[in-house]
T-cell receptor, first 115, second 113 residues
Framework: EAQVTQNPRYLITVTGKKLTVTCSQN?????MSWYRQDPGLGLRQIYY???????DKGDVPEGYKVSRKEKRNFPLILESPSPNQTSLYFC??????????????FGSGTRLTVV | RKEVEQDPGPFNVPEGATVAFNCTYS??????FFWYRQDCRKEPKLLMS???SGNEDGRFTAQLNRASQYISLLIRDSKLSDSATYLC??????????????FGKGTKLSVIP
């Protein structure tokens, strides 16, 4: 089954403790992206990747890092999480960023709480 | 700044009703348009792409008016299973040359028995 897999689904952590949220897709998509969703703000892009070893900042990159060493994986790294990074995170992938027919496929989401 | 504006709702409609959602976008250079559906606490899923000629998929009809920078979604014969938040999404290239999707905040629909 074609899918984007995120782990973990839920995570509660303490301020400053480094964490990684994994994202993997099995569709051979070149484009991958991370979003956060907060009440009243909608989805905002954190980082995206056009292909292996090609990443760039989205609208809200502060406090996050990403890497794209393999085509299928695009982990999101929080080096020193803070409470304002408490949010619902989604990973998405697509054949290309401007895929008009198929849109983006999203992972099931990771609900992160930083205390 | 690119913006996509939607009425947040909620829209509470009885089963069988016809409901219409509207969306406006600020970037006249936008190139692609979508409606996504998001169930509570779940991931957004593509409902339909929106084309200039308008398009229909069963009970759902989407229309695009580029001159007015306006997108609509019409749902006929509403079902209980249509209850969800509907996201208007617009894609285009930024000044830096990167392609980006801009998401509206969503319109919540509740279909009532």
């Amino acid at each position: 089954e074609a899918q984007v897999t995120q782990n973990p689904r839920y995570l509660i952590t303490v301020t400053g403790k480094k964490l990684t949220v994994t994202c993997s897709q099995n569709m051979n998509h070149e484009y991958m992206s991370w979003y956060r969703q907060d009440p009243g703000l909608g989805l905002r892009q954190i980082y995206y990747s056009m292909n292996v070893e090609v990443t760039d900042k989205g609208d809200v990159p502060e406090g996050y890092k990403v890497s794209r060493k393999e085509k299928r994986n695009f982990p999101l790294i929080l080096e020193s999480p803070s409470p304002n990074q408490t949010s619902l995170y989604f990973c998405a992938s697509s054949l290309s960023p401007d895929s008009t027919n198929y849109g983006y496929t999203f992972g099931s989401g990771t609900r992160l709480t930083v205390v | 700044r690119k913006e996509v504006e939607q009425d947040p709702g909620p829209f509470n409609v009885p089963e069988g009703a016809t409901v219409a959602f509207n969306c406006t976008y600020s970037n006249s250079a936008s190139q692609s348009f979508f409606w996504y559906r998001q169930d509570c606490r779940k991931e957004p899923k593509l409902l339909m792409s929106v084309y200039s000629s308008g398009n229909e998929d069963g009970r759902f009809t989407a229309q695009l008016n580029r001159a007015s920078q306006y997108i609509s979604l019409l749902i006929r014969d509403s079902k209980l299973s249509d209850s969800a938040t509907y996201l208007c999404v617009v894609g285009g290239y930024s000044g830096a040359g990167s392609y980006q999707l801009t998401f509206g905040k969503g319109t919540k629909l509740s279909v009532i028995p």
